[in-house]
């Protein structure tokens, strides 16, 4: 409201204003960008609500969209052992799944895959 009033008193853009109001030091850059990031928001949801549209489309969703091809790549690592089951399980997670549900596309690993260095390196001798 009060950058609308500068604008009206000195009859001035809403950008001008802006610039006038950061190099008299009475804002900085990050309030400069954060009130210009506003007046686009409503901007562009007055546009929306002016030709009857959804001015929600405007707003930022809380929504993530995860390709699905990144469950392919998780499971490929996981089974390359390139993963660990940790990691696994919080990508299947995100899309609302557990390790059940991909089972059959999953490598056993026994639970004692490379503990033992012997084993590892093929019984060496001294």
Do not use: W
Request: hydrophobic share 35%; proline share 2%; glycine share 6%.
């Amino acid at each position: 409201m009060d950058i609308a009033r500068i604008m009206s008193a000195f009859n001035v853009s809403f950008d001008m204003v802006l610039n006038r109001l950061e190099s008299l030091n009475v804002i900085d850059a990050n309030q400069k960008l954060r009130l210009d990031n506003e007046r686009m928001k409503k901007r562009v949801g007055n546009l929306l609500r002016s030709v009857g549209g959804n001015a929600r489309l405007n707003s930022p969703s809380n929504e993530i969209d995860i390709p699905y091809e990144y469950i392919d790549y998780v499971i490929y690592n996981y089974n390359h052992n390139a993963v660990p089951k940790e990691t696994l399980e919080k990508v299947l997670a995100c899309y609302h799944l557990g390790v059940e549900d991909v089972r059959d596309k999953l490598v056993e690993h026994s639970d004692n895959d490379g503990d033992d260095l012997d084993d590892l390196i093929g019984g060496l001798d001294d």
